[in-house]
């Protein structure tokens, strides 16, 4: 068995449940990075990351980890691989490149060296070479600099993984796929447990939950690049991709529920479930959060509420943020609830104590996790009183 070095990225902030995943995937010699995880494996490793990852954006083939010093060497590096042993000049190709403390003056440049490289190599070798397509091409080629070392990929995915192909709509600013399902990860919600979003937009959280709960492969309904490659082994795919599809469970209701306070939001939610066929799995409804009953005694809160750009949302989202801290404090008592918030009054406002604040990405989107477990009178929690007397505090505990 030859293993191969792969890198994942992910949303920065939810390496540890990649590392998870890639545990319970086969991967080997697993060592998180800033905003990834590199691990090793063969080909059916590769197949199965890409098919059943639910928080990897991509599934990278490292090819080359050279030394370099200057553009030319960069050049070299990616001349001298055998890239018509992997591809066809007929794909068409694009070059990406990322980079830390890279002594070079201009990525792009460094771009066009690599794409020199693989061209030349091409032509020296085919006759001809692979057009550029910065759109939709067929195969993607990636670089990373550090201050030394030239890594080549090999982007095994294609389109990102996040992409499921399941949400027809979504709102303004949508939540990413693998980031909802990074974030039911840090949480450590599980099937059967109760899930609630109480404001679900577009319900991402929910079909991610449903999935899960089902045993659905999130790649199930889309292609990779990986099959376009040269060394694709079609008939261990198709086993690899039945014997996923065996181990789905049988569709049924869950205790998966969301609402919101829009009409058309909840259509939308609605929508999507549709048609990714799990309406049944998910229970809907119109709701106020600020009106809403907890749907068991205790579960999981978990929800990504708007925040405010203009003037008139701040003002009503200083209203709000207070009244939501008392309905989870009144209403949700037993339940952790964990709200994602790119807005950096809610933690100040909502007038409930954090045990966790985690960093998180949601794309270029600098956001925080809040968690907050709503303890039951009979978990209170002891305060000093001014006369330095255990006071007794009960429900959430205020800051």
């Known amino acids: 068995m030859t293993l191969h070095h792969f890198f994942a990225p992910c949303p920065r902030g939810v390496e540890s449940g990649l590392v998870a995943e890639l545990e319970c995937l086969g991967a080997s010699a697993i060592n998180p990075q800033d905003g990834g995880v590199e691990f090793q494996g063969d080909w059916d490793t590769c197949y199965r990351t890409n098919l059943e990852s639910r928080i ?35 794909l068409t190709i694009k070059v990406n490149v990322a980079a830390i403390r890279c002594p070079l003056q201009s990525l792009d440049f460094v771009t066009l060296k690599i794409k020199d490289g693989v061209c030349d190599r091409f032509r020296e070798v085919a006759g001809n070479r692979p057009s550029v397509d910065t759109v939709q091409p067929d195969i993607r080629i990636h670089g990373f600099l550090d201050a030394r070392r030239i890594s080549l990929y090999l982007d095994t995915s294609g389109d990102a993984l996040f992409k499921r192909g399941l949400r027809k709509n979504t709102g303004e600013a949508p939540l990413r796929e693998n980031l909802a399902a990074g974030i039911l990860s840090l949480a450590d919600w599980r099937p059967g447990i109760p899930l609630l979003d109480p404001m679900c937009g577009s319900g991402t959280f929910l079909l991610e939950a449903a999935q899960i709960a089902l ?37 049924s209701q869950q205790p998966i529920f969301g609402s919101d ?30 009106e ?59 007038r409930l104590t954090a045990s966790r604040r985690i960093p998180l990405f949601n794309g270029a989107l600098e956001c925080r996790l809040l968690e907050y477990k709503i303890v039951s009178g009979g978990m209170r929690k002891t305060k000093k009183t001014a006369t330095g007397e255990p006071g007794r505090v009960t429900g959430a505990e205020h800051e």
């Open 261 to 290: 306070l829009y009409g058309n939001a909840i259509a939308v939610a609605q929508a999507n479930l549709s048609a990714a066929g799990l309406s049944e799995a998910v229970t809907l409804k119109q709701a106020n959060v600020l």
């Open 56 to 90: 990897a954006s991509r599934i990278l083939w490292r090819v080359a980890s050279e030394p370099y010093a200057t553009e030319i060497d960069v050049y070299k590096v990616a001349r001298q691989l055998p890239w018509h042993d992997w591809f066809s000049p007929a």
């Open 215 to 251: 045993n659905i492969p999130p790649g199930l309904g889309r292609s990779f690049a990986f099959e376009k490659l040269r060394i694709f082994d079609k008939k261990r795919w198709e086993q690899i991709r039945k014997a996923a599809i065996a181990g789905q469970k049988t569709k």
């Open 292 to 350: 809403l009953s907890a749907p068991a005694s205790s579960g999981f809160l978990v929800t990504n509420p708007p925040y405010g750009v203009r003037l008139g949302e701040q003002k009503q989202l200083m209203e709000f943020y207070p009244k939501l801290g008392d309905v989870l404090k009144k209403k949700f008592s037993g339940w952790n609830a964990y709200i994602l918030t790119a807005d950096p009054q809610l933690p100040k406002l909502i």
